[in-house]
């Protein structure tokens, strides 16, 4: 084995902020994926490609924590509050039983235990917990849970009979709501139950497991594995549809549903303040992906199994433009997949919302996530409300927990618990403002040729610097220009013109630089086809031209009006003298990257 002379590296380079516990003593890393060709020898040559990871390390900066509360809970599946003012934290766990704790995390006794009921084979046990809205009224709850001897999903209420109580309710109170049974595997089950802002039921629920969707469930409608549900269950019969369920009038939907082309949804939450819904979808081969829903923004199909994140997966439909892309996706690993950014199986959470603790401030409107296996985290905010990915604000929090998060849990104050597998409970916090919220960072051409670059900011504390970086590809990225930030709580307003812009496509990025000289890059913005204005100055006799066109191989041709080339000048600068030309008139020919520009113009 050996490299081939003279073969071309290709680097695919990529960086975002990537924050450490502040207990850490680890780095922070720039990912460089670097292709190399090398040629085997054996009984014929053959070329192959590998991919090698090199990390070049960067400062860290530190400002998401967990921080453990409570033990000894088993594998945590569902956090949740009652909503009845009692401040009182409900955790439930794979093995069947829901723990009362108070809101300094003392234990108060046992909701309901169905230990001995449940399959707890692979994914399956009780999965997902959800209080009616008028729970201190009527003593409902919600389970989701897999039967023992079935790989059925069940969901039923049960009724506290003293709501204020910490009693172990009766087994006996179970009202099955709904079964579904056509589930051909032990995995993929989703389970995730929750009342949205319109007082219907939201169940989530897995394709039925397999790899690749073997029955096919998630571009399915006539079954309910795969989707996300809708249910109305006010009534005296288990259920009835909400009568604007999105696929009524649809014959080859099921009413219930609410989104289809999932595959193993694996927590869902609204946002308090907004009504948004957020979907975690754990993946196959390639991506974990997020999904955004604006408030009753229900009938989508969001590409499972044709889809995987924003990649295609299966070749026969990936192209549908009826799907509904991500809000975010990130790269799947092997196991114990250390690098920041990466992941193997995505555990959704809830966007911040708490007012209890001041130092959690900054996080207001983050929506915060995990991954089960590499175990980092991302908080990541819709600044826009677009659900468009280019709207958003991203940071990765490097080893968050030591051990996986299987749930996260939004409480009654609104602030934000996280559950994992080995029992322990914990809260995220902020340790200090985060540095900048970047509102919006855009581009575009004005009439003269340049560009302008606008960005503002809601916030900005403990903030240097903006580095505008540009670029020709997307990839090569070179320093623009500094501009000093203005470090106000209330944000500010930017602008930059740029009068030497690329003649085709311009790729701009902010370096954002705290003053601990940490830093993150904004998202790119793109102009194309921008035009090299060209004019010439009849009393200095210069011609002027704009753009970053100054390079040897372009140059300026001055002809005579029957074609004869008076002068011809290198493009070594912006501006060019033509003191030596008699008066006339003259064609002034720009040659520029093959391409011809032509122009007349009078020299007096």
């Not at 601990?516 to 090299?532: A, G, H, L, P, R």
Request: aromatic letters at 10%; glycine letters at 10%.
């Amino acid at each position: 084995m050996r490299l081939v002379d003279n073969w071309p590296i290709r680097i695919r380079y990529g960086i975002s902020k990537v924050n450490y516990p502040m207990n850490s003593n680890k780095k922070c890393y720039h990912l460089v994926e670097i292709e190399l060709a090398y040629l085997y020898f054996s009984m014929k040559k053959t070329i192959q490609l590998f991919l090698i990871t090199v990390i070049l390390p960067f400062h860290s900066w530190s400002q998401i924590t967990y921080t453990q509360k409570k033990s000894g809970l088993g594998t945590i599946t569902d956090i949740t509050h009652a909503g009845d003012g009692s401040q009182r934290i409900f955790v439930a766990n794979k093995s069947g039983t829901i723990t009362i704790l108070d809101n300094n995390y003392n234990t108060l006794g046992t909701l309901l235990n169905l230990t001995g009921l449940l399959n707890l084979t692979s994914e399956m046990g009780l999965l997902g917990l959800a209080f009616h809205p008028n729970f201190s009224t009527n003593g409902y709850f919600f389970v989701n849970y897999n039967p023992s001897g079935t790989r059925h999903t069940r969901i039923s209420r049960f009724t506290a009979a003293t709501p204020s109580s910490n009693v172990t309710v009766s087994l006996a109170t179970e009202k099955i709501i709904l079964s579904i049974t056509d589930a051909a595997n032990n995995n993929h089950k989703g389970g995730d139950l929750a009342f949205g802002p319109d007082g219907y039921l939201y169940i989530a629920t897995g394709d039925g497991g397999g790899g690749g969707d073997p029955q096919g469930s998630g571009q399915n409608g006539n079954t309910l594995l795969g989707k996300i549900l809708r249910l109305n269950i006010n009534t005296t019969a288990p259920y009835s549809i909400p009568p604007n369920n999105p696929f009524i009038s649809n014959p080859s939907i099921l009413d219930e549903i609410w989104d289809y082309g999932l595959r193993n949804p694996w927590r869902i939450s609204f946002d308090r303040s907004t009504n948004d819904l957020w979907i975690a979808d754990v993946g196959q081969n390639a991506r974990e992906e997020v999904n955004f829903e604006s408030a009753g923004a229900g009938g989508n199909n969001y590409g499972w199994n044709c889809r995987e994140g924003f990649n295609g997966y299966s070749s026969a439909c990936q192209n549908n433009p009826g799907f509904k892309d991500p809000i975010f996706d990130y790269r799947r690993c092997s196991s114990p997949c250390t690098t920041p950014g990466f992941g193997n199986s995505i555990t959704g959470g809830f966007v911040y919302r708490g007012t209890t603790v001041p130092a959690n401030a900054s996080l207001r409107g983050y929506y915060i996530f995990s991954d089960y296996v590499s175990k980092h985290a991302w908080i990541i905010k819709n600044t826009s409300g677009s659900g468009l990915r280019s709207a958003l604000d991203v940071k990765t929090i490097a080893n968050l927990t030591p051990s996986g998060i299987t749930s996260f849990g939004e409480i009654e104050n609104g602030e934000i618990l996280a559950g994992q597998d080995n029992g322990n409970l914990g809260a995220i916090s902020a340790t200090r403002a985060l540095p900048v919220r970047l509102m919006s960072f855009t581009g575009n051409r004005i009439s003269n040729g340049s560009i302008k670059l606008n960005w503002n900011s809601a916030s900005e504390y403990n903030t240097q610097s903006y580095e505008i970086e540009k670029s020709k590809n997307g990839k090569d990225f070179t320093k623009l220009v500094s501009v000093k930030a203005e470090n106000s709580s209330a944000g500010h307003n930017y602008t930059y013109l740029d009068n030497k812009p690329f003649i085709h496509e311009n790729y701009y990025r902010l370096k954002i630089i705290d003053r601990d000289q940490s830093f993150e890059y904004s998202d790119w913005v793109k102009i194309s086809n921008v035009n090299t204005e060209i004019y010439y100055d009849q009393i200095n006799k210069n011609i002027h031209f704009n753009g970053d066109i100054t390079d040897p191989t372009n140059e300026i041709r001055l002809l005579s009006m029957d074609g004869k080339i008076m002068k011809r000048v290198k493009l070594n600068a912006n501006i060019i003298p033509v003191t030596d030309l008699s008066s006339g008139v003259y064609i002034m020919q720009l040659i520029i990257s093959n391409e011809n520009r032509v122009k007349k113009i009078s020299v007096i």
